[in-house]
T-cell receptor, first 113, second 116 residues
Framework: DGGITQSPKYLFRKEGQNVTLSCEQNLNHDAMYWYRQDPGQGLRLIYYSQIVNDFQKGDIAEGYSVSREKKESFPLTVTSAQKNPTAFYLC????????????FGEGSRLTVL | AQKITQTQPGMFVQEKEAVTLDCTYDTSDPSYGLFWYKQPSSGEMIFLIYQGSYDQQNATEGRYSLNFQKARKSANLVISASQLGDSAMYFCALRYSGGGADGLTFGKGTHLIIQP
């Protein structure tokens, strides 16, 4: 089955620690995205990548980093510089040559203790 | 700048009634797309329906239809004959660049609760 796999589903972290969220897709999509969701805020774009070895900042990139070494993978690192990292993180991909519909993973819920 | 506004934070609807979820948008790009997604309590985002800015007909997908009023910059989702399983968060989203490579801008969502 084609889709997007995010791991871990739940993650707890102490303040001051970096944590990396995994996102893998087998849809052969060029574009991949990371969104953050807070209660009552909708989804906000953190980073996106249109092609391997290239990525751009979204609206709320501060305190986050990404890499795109393979077409299938787009990991997100939440660094200690992110002041309020507790949130629900959603990874998505799209076929940029069609409507732009996003296909989402099931999300990763990060809690900072 | 692109913007999506959903003015209904929450709605209660009786089962089997029709539901209209409001969405207005703002963009200066003549080519854009509008999406609706459903998010159940489990968290995954489920694509419901898409409307392109140049599409002449309103989009329909089963019980979902999109009431697209371009001049008013409005893209309301209509769910006919609501079911208990329709209870979820609903998000309207705007794709504002060609090809969708820059992602979507989302509204804050409407929490829909269907009552038996």
């Amino acid at each position: 089955d084609g889709g997007i796999t995010q791991s871990p589903k739940y993650l707890f972290r102490k303040e001051g620690q970096n944590v990396t969220l995994s996102c893998e897709q087998n849809l052969n999509h060029d574009a991949m995205y990371w969104y953050r969701q807070d209660p009552g805020q909708g989804l906000r774009l953190i980073y996106y990548s249109q092609i391997v070895n290239d990525f751009q900042k979204g609206d709320i990139a501060e305190g986050y980093s990404v890499s795109r070494e393979k077409k299938e993978s787009f990991p997100l690192t939440v660094t200690s510089a992110q002041k309020n990292p507790t949130a629900f993180y959603l990874c998505a991909s799209s076929d940029r040559h069609y409507t732009g519909e996003l296909f989402f993973g099931e999300g990763s819920r990060l809690t900072v203790l | 700048a692109q913007k999506i506004t959903q003015t209904q934070p929450g709605m209660f609807v009786q089962e089997k009634e029709a539901v209209t979820l409001d969405c207005t948008y703002d963009t200066s790009d003549p080519s854009y797309g509008l999406f609706w997604y459903k998010q159940p309590s489990s968290g995954e985002m489920i694509f419901l329906i898409y409307q392109g800015s140049y599409d002449q007909q309103n989009a329909t997908e089963g019980r979902y239809s999109l009431n697209f009023q371009k001049a008013r910059k409005s893209a309301n989702l209509v769910i006919s004959a609501s079911q208990l399983g329709d209870s979820a968060m609903y998000f309207c989203a705007l794709r504002y660049s060609g090809g969708g490579a820059d992602g979507l801008t989302f509204g804050k969502g409407t929490h829909l609760i269907i009552q038996p």
